[in-house]
């Protein structure tokens, strides 16, 4: 090293490490800024300086990429969330985008409810298209002091597109069999259940398996079918229970329960699945493995956990 590598260091770190522009790198130096320009080159070419940029969208993109070929998606949105406590609006905005370019004239679009599919429903802007119905996928909740947003969502879904609205004014969970089928068996509830399988497209989520998750707080199950439930589910689909392998596993629950089986679902030619956080980390990927999504919105950190787990699947 020479004299002019000395000073073309000392000008590289005086300009990238601390911040100073070219003129006061020169005022700093003693020189010229014509000749600090050449020095901060000249210490480039001689690689002194290394730059590297950190692109987020790239790593969004390879993120969404990787999700795609591990679960055979069509389609990974991901969503940025600065504040964990805006994880639920932030997948409902780019859950309402991503459903929004899929939903054409004259489609059957079926819906669930919940707080997920709520801010998806508000986070829709008027869509300009005909013809096409909402059906609800699930029944809906008589008696609760929980908000639950299911009525307020099918009308949200139908304001942006125009849209007429199929609904099943049922609870989603039944008593007893024998009052489910009943039910089910009037002309007009049996065609919105018709109407729901032949859906062209399908917005829901997955629900957790925790103490304080809707399904659990709505008045329908006993303290000892959640405790079954806990034993044997990772999530929920539509109110269908599904264990690690998506597999529905409560079996007696699905004879009372009202809406599209996890069988039918995956018969509809869009299924959009919006789900996030930590949480249901391990239904999203269940899910995801057994096929019910076609189309995917997940925060960042649930798409590297959902990820993980694939891996370590894979490697066992």
Not at 195 to 208: P, S
Not at 248 to 269: F, K, M, N, Y
Not at 299 to 313: I, K, S, W, Y
């Amino acid at each position: 090293m020479d004299a002019r590598d000395d000073q073309a260091l000392d000008a590289v770190k005086l300009y990238y490490e601390t911040g100073l522009s070219q003129s006061e790198v020169a005022a700093r130096l003693g020189l010229s800024r014509p000749t600090v320009s050449k020095l901060i080159q000249y210490g480039k070419d001689r690689g002194y300086v290394s730059i590297r940029i950190h692109d987020p969208r790239e790593q969004e993109s390879s993120l969404a990429a990787e999700l795609r070929a591990a679960f055979g998606l069509q389609e990974v949105r991901l969503a940025v969330v600065p504040d964990p406590a805006a994880l639920t609006r932030d997948l409902g905005k780019v859950g309402a985008g991503l459903l929004a370019e899929n939903v054409h004239d004259g489609d059957l679009v079926g819906v669930t409810w919940g707080q997920t599919m709520y801010s998806v429903a508000r986070s829709l802007s008027r869509q300009e298209r005909r013809g096409v119905e909402i059906i609800q996928l699930k029944g809906g909740v008589s008696y609760t002091t929980r908000v639950t947003n299911d009525f307020e969502t099918i009308t949200l879904f139908c304001n942006a597109f125009g849209a007429f609205a199929r609904t099943l004014p049922l609870p989603v969970i039944f008593d007893s069999v024998e009052v489910k089928r009943l039910v089910e068996g009037e002309k007009h509830i049996r065609r919105v259940m018709e109407m729901g399988r032949e859906a062209d497209v399908a917005v829901f989520t997955v629900g957790a398996i925790r103490p304080d998750a809707m399904l659990f707080n709505l008045g329908y199950l006993s303290e000892t079918e959640k405790a079954g439930i806990a034993a044997r589910a990772v999530g929920d689909i539509c109110s269908r229970f599904f264990d690690e392998d998506g597999n529905p596993c409560v079996p007696q629950l699905d004879e009372r329960t009202v809406g599209i089986s996890l069988a039918d679902l995956r018969g509809i030619r869009t299924r959009l699945l919006v789900a996030g956080g930590q949480e249901k980390v391990p239904a999203i990927e269940a899910a995801l493995r057994a096929g019910y999504a076609t189309h995917l919105v997940i925060d960042q950190e649930a798409a590297r956990e959902v990820l993980n787990m694939a891996r370590q699947r894979a490697a066992s």
